[in-house]
C-alpha cells in the first residue's frame, strides 16, 4: 500500500534550498571594469568556485579569448578586443567544469585608458592627464579625487562618469569641473542621460589648467564603488529630435543638450542590442560622433514605425494645436517652464487609440502629464503614471469629431533637453518571456538532462503560446513545452550526447500565440539594490546563456505514473537516482513547473544510501483534467562546485474522482455501537476496486477498513465508542479511499461526515415510601349572603316607606 503524505504548502517555482545555490560558480568582480576597443587587454575575475575555469561567454561579438589561466581561485583571461567592438557595457559568464556563473559587466569605450595614482586628493596632488582618455578609479570612503587637463577657451569639454552602472555596488558618484580661477564651471550629481551617473557638456570660458573633481555624493564610497571618468572633447548630447525612427532606417535628427549648442545627425535606430538597464522594450541605443569623437554613453530613442508629427510652436491651445493623422508619433520639446504642447487629430465614434508618453524611459527629464481633451475644451481623460514617470491613456473617442492632445511636465518644469515622444497607435497584444528562478542560464552536462522554467507574460490575448528556440549547440537537443491557456509557466527540458562538445552560447528564445501575437525572451537581471527592494541597475538579456559542461557524477529518472490523480486525490511519484561510483552525496529535488490546483512536496532529498525518494502530488476539486508533462530538477554538491540535472518528462494525468459519497450524520453512546451509512454514486471512470476508511474519528472511538469495488452502493461503517469516548459534535471526519489499478495506487479524498458522541441518558432514580399523610377532613363551608338586586332593593325601600306611613298614622 502507497504511503501518502499530504503537502501542506503549494510550490514555490523551481528554487531549491538557497544554501546550496552559493556553491554554484559565483563571479563577484571584473578588473579592471572597462577598456579601449581595438587593444588586447588582461582581465582579472574573482569569485567563487571559479577554479575549474574552461571558458568564457560574452554578449556581443569583437571579443576573444586568447588565454585563461586560474590563480588563486581567480580567473586571469586575457582577451583580444576587436576595433568595432560595440561600445558600452557588455555581459561576461565564467564556464567552469560544472556550470556557467552569473553575469558581471564591463565597458568598452573608444578613448584611451588611464588607472588613478593616489595621491590626487588636493589640487595640488592633482593627477595630470590630457583631454580624450578614460580613467579607472575608485573612491572610498571621504575620498576625493582630483584630475587636471590643460583646456582652451571656445573648446568643448565633456565630462561622464560610469558607477553605479558598473553594477558592482550601489554607487552614488558625483562629478564637478572647475576653470583655472577655482569657479565651477558645471557640475552633476544623477543626470537624465546617466541616472545615478552624471555628465557635463560645456563650452570652456578661459585657457589653461582644469580640474576635474570625483566624489561619493555623500562621502561614503568604499573598495567596490569603481568609476570610469570619461574627459574629452567628444559630443554629450541628451536627447535627440524627433525621438525615435523606423528601426534599422537612416534617420535625420536634431541634437539636444549638447555644450555646444543643438546640431544635426544621421543616425540609425537599432535595437538588435541593448544593455543600457532596464527600460522599455523597443529601445535604441545610439553612440553619437563628430569630428571631437563619439560619446561614451548613448542617446536613447523609440524604434517605431510610425510617421512622426514635430510639434509646431506656438501649440499650447487646442485653436493652435498641431494637427495630426493617427496613427503617428508625436514630438516636441518643452522649451521653457510652464510649456504646454498641443496636438489636434479627427475620429470615430467608438474608436479606441492607445496614447502612451515615452519621455523618461528615453532619459528625458519630463515627468509627463498626459491630456485628452474635446475640441471645445472639456477634458476626456488624464494620466500622470503609469508605472513610472511616463503617462498612458486608453482613450475611446464618445462622438465624431476633432480631439486633442497635451502634454506637460507635473512640477511645470521645461528646458532645452526636454523632448518627448507620444505614440498614437491601437492597442496591439504584447508577449515578454523570461526565466523564474535564481540561477539565469542553463548547464547542461554531457550525456545528461536539464531544465530551466519559462514564464510568458501576456497583455491583451489569452489561450497557448508555443516556444521556439534558437540554434543549440552540436550534439544538444531541446524540448519546449507550451505556456497553456490560463497557466503562465513551463519548461524547456535540454539533452545533451554523451560526446556534445563542451561549449558556451547564448540562444534565442521566442514565443507566439494567438492571431499571430509573438514575442521573445528579455530578462533584466538584476545588479544593484537597494533598502526596501528599490532596483538602481539591471542589464537586460535577450538570449538563453547556454553551457556544455562536464558529465555530472549522477543522474535521475521518474518513474512514469501508470495511474492518474484524480481531483481531491493524492498521488506519490517515485524518482530514482543512479549514481556514479565514488559518488554518494545527498541529491535535492524540485519541481520546475506544476499544473494548477495540485500542489506538491516543497523539497524532496535522496539521502546518501538511497536509491529513490517519492514526490506527493495533491490535486484540489479544481484541477484541470488532462495530461500534463512534467520534469523535476535535481542539484547536488560535487567536487569543486554544485551540479543540477533533470529527469525526463514525464505525464501527470489528472482525472475525475472515481466516486462520490453521500454520507448521514451519525450519532452513539458512549460505551455503546452505532452505524453510519454512507451512499456510494460510482462516477464515470471508476474501475479497479479500494479500501475506504473513516478518518477523524474521536478519542476512544473506531471503525472498520471497507471495500469499494463496481458493485457497492451503500457502505455501512460500524462504530464503536468506548466509555471515555469525547462527547459532542465532531464536524472534522472523512473518507480516504486507497484505489488499487494495475500499475499503482493512488488516493482520493471523500465526502466530510458528521458524528455526534452522547453521554448514556441517567437511569431512573427509585423513590422512598413516604408516610400516609393524614386526610384533613373539609371545613363545613360558611354560607355567604348575596348581595340583594336593584329590584329587591328598591321593593325593600317601598316596605320602609308603608312602615313608616303606618307609623305615623296611629
Excluded at 578613448?111 to 579607472?136: C, F, K, W
Excluded at 511616463?390 to 528646458?415: E, M, N, Q
Amino acid at each position: 500500500m502507497l504511503q501518502l503524505k499530504r503537502a501542506l504548502t503549494p510550490l514555490a517555482g523551481c528554487l531549491l534550498v538557497a544554501s546550496a545555490a552559493a556553491q554554484f560558480p559565483e563571479l563577484s568582480d571584473v578588473q579592471p571594469r572597462g577598456f579601449q576597443r581595438g587593444a588586447e587587454v588582461e582581465l582579472r575575475l574573482s569569485g567563487r568556485s571559479l577554479e575549474d575555469v574552461r571558458g568564457l561567454l560574452f554578449d556581443t561579438a569583437g571579443l576573444g579569448v586568447l588565454s585563461l589561466e586560474s590563480d588563486g581561485g581567480a580567473v586571469v583571461a586575457r582577451l583580444s578586443v576587436a576595433p568595432d567592438c560595440p561600445l558600452g557595457l557588455h555581459a561576461l559568464w565564467v564556464r567552469t567544469a560544472t556550470g556557467l556563473s552569473n553575469l558581471r559587466t564591463f565597458s568598452v569605450g573608444a578613448l584611451p585608458e588611464l588607472r588613478e595614482v593616489e595621491p590626487n586628493g588636493t589640487r595640488a596632488e592633482a593627477q595630470l592627464i590630457s583631454l580624450d582618455h578614460t580613467v579607472n578609479g575608485t573612491a572610498d570612503n571621504e575620498d576625493l579625487d582630483l584630475y587636471a587637463f590643460e583646456g582652451s577657451a571656445g573648446e568643448r569639454v565633456s565630462v561622464e562618469i560610469e558607477g553605479l552602472r558598473l553594477g558592482q555596488t550601489l554607487f552614488d558618484p558625483a562629478i564637478t569641473l572647475f576653470d583655472p580661477q577655482g569657479f565651477a564651471l558645471g557640475s552633476s550629481d544623477d543626470s537624465s542621460i546617466g541616472r545615478q551617473d552624471g555628465a557635463i557638456s560645456v563650452l570652456l570660458t578661459s585657457s589653461g589648467l582644469h580640474h576635474v573633481q570625483v566624489r561619493e555624493s555623500s562621502y561614503r564610497g568604499n573598495g567596490n564603488c569603481h568609476y570610469r571618468l570619461h574627459v574629452g572633447r567628444f559630443p554629450r548630447p541628451m536627447m535627440t529630435l524627433p525621438a525615435g525612427g523606423p528601426p534599422g532606417a537612416p534617420l535625420e535628427v536634431v541634437t539636444l543638450g549638447d555644450g555646444s549648442g543643438s546640431a544635426s545627425a544621421e543616425i540609425i535606430p537599432d535595437i538588435s542590442r541593448f544593455n543600457w538597464g532596464r527600460t522599455t522594450p523597443g529601445v535604441a541605443a545610439v553612440h553619437i560622433g563628430d569630428a571631437g569623437g563619439v560619446s561614451p554613453t548613448p542617446v536613447f530613442l523609440r524604434a517605431s514605425e510610425l510617421t512622426n508629427t514635430l510639434s509646431a510652436e506656438p501649440d499650447d491651445t487646442h485653436e493652435l494645436a498641431t494637427r495630426f493623422e493617427a496613427p503617428a508619433a508625436l514630438n516636441g520639446v518643452l522649451e521653457a517652464p510652464g510649456d504646454v504642447d498641443s496636438f489636434r487629430f479627427s475620429c470615430k465614434k467608438g474608436e479606441r487609440w492607445l496614447i502612451k508618453v515615452h519621455a523618461r524611459s528615453l532619459r528625458s527629464p519630463i515627468d509627463s502629464i498626459l491630456s485628452v481633451h474635446a475640441a471645445e475644451g472639456g477634458e476626456l481623460s488624464s494620466n500622470d503614471d503609469d508605472g513610472g514617470p511616463d503617462s498612458r491613456v486608453d482613450f475611446t473617442a464618445p462622438k465624431d469629431g476633432d480631439y486633442v492632445v497635451s502634454i506637460r511636465d507635473h512640477l511645470g518644469a521645461g528646458g532645452p533637453t526636454y523632448a518627448y515622444r507620444v505614440e498614437v497607435d491601437r492597442s496591439k497584444p504584447t508577449l515578454r518571456l523570461n526565466m523564474q528562478g535564481a540561477r539565469k542560464s542553463v548547464s547542461i552536462p554531457q550525456g545528461g538532462r536539464s531544465v530551466i522554467s519559462i514564464r510568458a507574460e501576456r497583455e491583451g490575448f489569452g489561450g497557448d503560446v508555443a516556444l521556439a528556440l534558437g540554434e543549440l549547440p552540436q550534439g544538444v537537443t531541446a524540448t519546449p513545452l507550451p505556456v497553456r491557456g490560463g497557466t503562465s509557466v513551463t519548461s524547456v527540458l535540454f539533452e545533451a550526447l554523451q560526446d556534445a562538445p563542451l561549449a558556451e552560447t547564448l540562444v534565442p528564445l521566442r514565443g507566439s500565440g494567438a492571431d499571430g501575437v509573438k514575442g521573445s525572451l528579455r530578462e533584466d537581471e538584476l545588479l544593484v539594490q537597494g533598502r526596501n527592494e528599490v532596483i538602481f541597475w539591471t542589464h537586460t538579456m535577450d538570449r538563453l546563456p547556454l553551457a556544455v559542461t562536464e558529465p555530472a557524477p549522477f543522474s535521475v529518472r521518474a518513474v512514469e505514473p501508470l495511474v492518474p490523480l484524480v481531483q481531491s486525490g493524492l498521488l506519490n511519484v517515485e524518482v530514482i537516482a543512479e549514481r556514479a561510483e565514488g559518488f554518494d552525496g545527498a541529491i535535492s529535488l524540485a519541481l520546475v513547473t506544476i499544473p494548477p490546483g495540485v500542489t506538491a512536496s516543497r523539497e524532496a532529498r535522496i539521502e546518501p544510501g538511497q536509491a529513490s525518494t517519492m514526490i506527493s502530488f495533491d490535486a484540489n476539486s479544481d484541477a484541470p483534467v488532462g495530461r500534463w508533462p512534467l520534469v523535476i530538477a535535481a542539484e547536488a554538491n560535487i567536487p569543486g562546485g554544485r551540479a543540477r540535472v533533470a529527469t525526463q518528462l514525464f505525464e501527470l494525468e489528472i482525472e475525475r474522482p472515481f466516486a462520490r459519497f453521500k454520507v448521514q450524520a451519525a450519532s452513539v453512546e458512549q460505551g455503546s455501537e452505532a452505524e453510519m451509512f454512507v451512499e456510494v454514486e460510482r462516477l464515470a471512470g471508476f474501475r479497479g476496486s479500494a479500501k475506504v476508511r473513516l478518518l477523524g474519528l474521536p478519542h476512544q472511538v473506531t471503525s472498520d477498513e471497507l471495500v469499494l469495488d463496481e458493485t457497492t452502493d451503500t457502505l455501512v461503517f460500524p462504530l464503536r465508542a468506548g466509555p471515555e469516548a469525547q462527547a459532542g459534535r465532531h464536524r472534522t471526519l472523512s473518507f480516504n479511499a486507497s484505489f488499487s489499478l494495475e500499475g499503482g495506487g493512488f488516493i482520493q479524498g471523500l465526502a466530510a461526515a458528521e458524528l455526534r458522541v452522547n453521554k448514556p441518558a441517567p437511569a431512573p432514580k427509585a423513590k422512598a415510601k413516604e408516610p400516609p399523610k393524614e386526610v384533613a377532613k373539609p371545613k363545613p363551608e360558611e354560607k355567604k349572603e348575596r348581595p340583594p338586586t336593584r329590584l329587591e332593593k328598591l321593593r325593600q325601600e317601598h316596605t320602609d316607606r308603608l312602615r313608616q306611613r303606618e307609623g305615623e298614622g296611629s
